[in-house]
């Protein structure tokens, strides 16, 4: 499948503080998918984009589907301790997804 | 709940077992994939049922892999002859029907996790 790029790869933070990380393809994708996965356990979704440009919130989460198609990010306002896990891209372009390496998200009160 | 389900959660067998996982999708949910994770990485796409069709198959998909769909609702994925290279968390996940303009969007769940001695 497609390499995504993923960054940072993981994040150290203070409660309250925003959050920004990105994904990036040398491939053209159809959809944008963010999931977040905690310790021994699946994937969940977080936001799907469907549209070069699109914005879309999720309460805290924004992301954005970007323009060239090959790129999206996901900002995390004030954070708080049960943000803490592991954060991945996903793009779609026909049945399987590919996904980035992901984002290690550690949040201290 | 009406997410998607696996059995088991957990599975430790010896190498050269045989092993047998299911999966339930959310129902009307009418395409299921599985995928395998190691650690430190991400989901890998290993194959795509539509109904009961098994319309593609990774090439990460050995000869000693092989999954099913019988009635196009639950699914099961068999190892044969386990090596620990097979150690890893095996995701299913599930989408609906296509609808015309839009990708499908897949919801995973919680994975089996298998380790082979």
């Known amino acids: 499948g497609q390499q995504l790029n993923q960054s940072p790869q993981s994040m150290f933070i203070q409660e309250g503080e925003d959050v920004s990380m990105n994904c990036t393809s040398s491939?053209?994708?159809?959809?944008w998918l963010w999931y977040k996965q905690e310790p021994g356990e699946g994937p969940v979704l977080l936001i799907a984009?469907?549209?070069?440009?699109e914005l879309t919130s999720n309460g805290r989460l924004t992301a954005q589907f970007g323009i060239t198609r090959k790129d999206s990010f996901l900002n995390i306002s004030a954070s708080i301790p049960s943000d803490v896990g592991i954060y991945f891209c996903?793009?779609?372009?026909?049945?399987?997804?590919?996904f980035g390496k992901g984002t290690s998200l550690l949040v201290t009160p | 709940d009406t997410g998607v389900s696996q059995d088991p959660r957990h599975k430790i067998t010896k190498r050269g077992q045989n092993v047998t996982f299911r999966c339930d999708p959310i129902?009307?949910?009418?395409?299921l994939y599985w995928y395998r994770q190691t650690l430190g990485q991400g989901p890998e796409f290993l194959t795509y049922?539509?109904?009961?069709?098994?319309?593609?198959k990774s090439r990460l998909l050995s000869d000693r892999f092989s999954a099913e769909r019988p009635k196009g609702s639950f699914s099961t994925l068999e190892i044969q002859r386990t090596e620990q290279g097979d150690s890893a968390m095996y995701l299913c996940?599930?989408?609906?029907?296509?609808?015309?303009?839009?990708?499908?969007?897949?919801?995973f769940g919680p994975g089996t996790r298998l380790t082979v001695l």
């Open positions: 996940a599930s989408s609906p029907p296509s609808v015309a303009g839009f990708t499908d969007t897949q919801y």
């Open positions: 491939s053209i994708f159809n959809t």
């Open positions: 984009l469907y549209k070069a440009g």
């Open positions: 996903a793009g779609n372009s026909g049945y399987a997804l590919n």
């Open positions: 129902s009307e949910h009418n395409r």
């Open positions: 049922f539509q109904n009961e069709a098994q319309l593609e």
